[in-house]
């Protein structure tokens, strides 16, 4: 069309017309991605901080379970091993073990240990007190040993017995020889002084 016909004016002006739409439909697109960015963020924001919070929700769970489990039981342990690291045995407890782990396979021997130190306690006062005749559950190289100690001392008490009836006997003995020994001084006394009608007893066999 020649320019400034009346065809090339109407074209010119549906090519504006166009274009206007295509404008319009550019800023309804742009303000439409604009949105849905926005709401991709926003749900990028979101999902951000469920996983924060699902991350430290399993973090706090992680931590109670290390402290509940893992943590306070092998504090307690340390400390009561500390204490029977320094000979303390009678005042100490048990562990209350609730798990079937490591931590309560550990207090579990603790408890067995604890058990046997007890044991062992009360063996060791009952000898130092002279009561040989109380029996204990010790098993492995202790119950050798303390029978072996025990054994030794029975028979310990068994001499010191004998050697008491025997000192007994020669106490016994000696009163009687001291006391023929002043008869007869009392007899001699008695001659030497011109005493003759007294008697000396004749009792024994003994050189007197």
């Known amino acids: 069309a020649e320019v400034n016909s009346t065809p090339y004016r109407v074209a010119q002006q549906n090519i504006i017309t166009v274009s206007n739409d295509l404008r319009k439909a550019s800023d309804t697109l742009v303000d439409f991605y604009a949105k849905e960015a926005n709401r991709n963020q926003q749900k990028i924001r979101w999902a951000v901080i469920l996983s924060s919070l699902i991350t430290l929700v399993i973090l706090l769970s992680v931590m109670y379970y290390m402290s509940s ?14 204490e029977m690291a320094k000979g303390n045995f009678k005042q100490q407890s048990k562990l209350y073990t609730n798990s079937y782990d490591e931590i309560g396979s550990l207090s579990e021997t603790y408890n067995v240990l604890l058990d046997t130190m007890q ?6 006062e009952d ?8 029996h204990y559950d010790l098993e492995g190289d202790l119950s050798v040993a303390f029978k072996k100690m025990t054994q030794e001392l029975i028979e310990k008490q068994k001499a010191d017995q004998k050697f008491k009836e025997m000192a007994e006997e020669r106490r016994i ?20 002084r011109g005493d003759l009608t007294r008697k000396v007893q004749v009792t024994g066999k003994d050189a007197i």
């Open 69 to 82: 489990f893992i943590i306070r039981p092998i504090t307690r342990l340390s400390q009561v091993l500390g």
């Open 119 to 124: 044991d062992i306690v009360k063996q060791a």
């Open 127 to 134: 000898i130092a007190a002279g009561n040989l005749t109380n």
């Open 173 to 192: 003995q000696a009163e009687d020889l001291q006391k023929k020994v002043d008869h007869l001084l009392q007899v001699v006394s008695y001659a030497a």
